[in-house]
Nanobody, 118 residues
Framework: QVQLVESGGGLVQAGGSLRLSCSAS????????IVWYRQAPGTQRDLVAY???????NYTDSVKGRFTISRDGAKNTVYLQMNSLKPEDTAVYYC????????????WGRGTQVTVSS
């Protein structure tokens, strides 16, 4: 059973930055696509960004140029660096492990709350 633990969420003012971390039990990141989703109250869970086994990254349009996803294989951790945060980025952020593509989620983390005040 894969366990994912997110951390790094919190309250930040608009324009600020946060770095989310997703740590996994076992060395799985080299075999899976790692995806960050987010879900605001009353909305569906949406894709934020993902990184493939080969290191290719992709972002939803609303975060391009502001968020960066990266992977540290030695620490078995994936990061989501979030800069220039906006109130509309407020959501619970979830880490997920997917195979064979980003939309086929196999495991979810429990999420971490990000709140951006205006």
């Amino acid at each position: 059973q894969v366990q994912l633990v997110e951390s790094g969420g919190g309250l930040v003012q608009a324009g600020g930055s946060l770095r989310l971390s997703c740590s996994a039990s076992g060395r799985i990141f080299s075999a899976y696509v790692i995806v960050w989703y987010r879900q605001a109250p009353g909305t569906q869970r949406d894709l934020v960004a993902y990184i493939t086994r080969g290191g290719t990254t992709n972002y939803t349009d609303s975060v391009k140029g502001r968020f960066t996803i990266s992977r540290d294989g030695a620490k078995n951790t994936v990061y989501l660096q979030m800069n220039s945060l906006k109130p509309e980025d407020t959501a619970v952020y979830y880490c997920a492990v997917s195979y064979p593509d980003w939309s086929s989620v196999n495991y979810w983390g429990r999420g971490t709350q990000v709140t951006v005040s205006s």
